[in-house]
C-alpha cells in the first residue's frame, strides 16, 4: 500500500494550514481592537478631555503658558508639539493602547488610551 503523504509533506501542509489561520486571527483581533477605542487626557491630575481614536483630529491643550498640540492619526493619538525643554513627550511617538500613558512631566500633561471601552471585547486578561 502506497502511503498518500509523506512525512514531510504532511508537517508542510500542517504548518502552511496554521500559518494561514493564525494571520486570519491576527487580522480579526486587530481590526476589533480598533473599534470604540477612546483616549483620556488629563492636565494636573484632572480629566479635561476624552476623544474617539476613531476620527483623525489635531488640537492643543493650554495649562497657563504652557502647550501641547496633540494629534489622532489612524487610530493613534500623540504629542506632535510641546513647548517644554525636554521633548520627551513628543519622542514617544503615537500610542494605541494602555500599556504605556504618553506624559509630559514640565506642561503636567497625561494622555491614556482607555482600551476598557472597546466594543466586542468579552474579556480582558
Known amino acids: 500500500m502506497k502511503k498518500i503523504f509523506t512525512s514531510n509533506t504532511f508537517w508542510i501542509i500542517l ?3 496554521l500559518a494561514i489561520i493564525s494571520t486570519i486571527i491576527i487580522f480579526i483581533m486587530q481590526s476589533a481592537n480598533t473599534v470604540g477605542k477612546t483616549a483620556e487626557i488629563y492636565s494636573d491630575n484632572k480629566l479635561i ?7 483623525d483630529d489635531e488640537f492643543t491643550i493650554k495649562n497657563g503658558d504652557n ?11 500623540s ?20 500599556l504605556l500613558p504618553i506624559v509630559c512631566v514640565p506642561n503636567r500633561l497625561v494622555i491614556r488610551v482607555d482600551s476598557s471601552k472597546q466594543e ?6
Do not use: P
Open 15 to 17: 504548518f502552511l494550514v
Open 49 to 55: 478631555k476624552t476623544v474617539s481614536l476613531n476620527k
Open 67 to 77: 502647550y501641547n498640540i496633540i494629534r489622532i492619526r489612524n487610530g493613534k493619538i
Open 79 to 98: 504629542v506632535c508639539e510641546s513647548n517644554c525643554k525636554n521633548q520627551i513627550c513628543v519622542k514617544q511617538g503615537e500610542i494605541d493602547n494602555s
Open 120 to 125: 466586542g471585547i468579552d474579556a480582558e486578561i
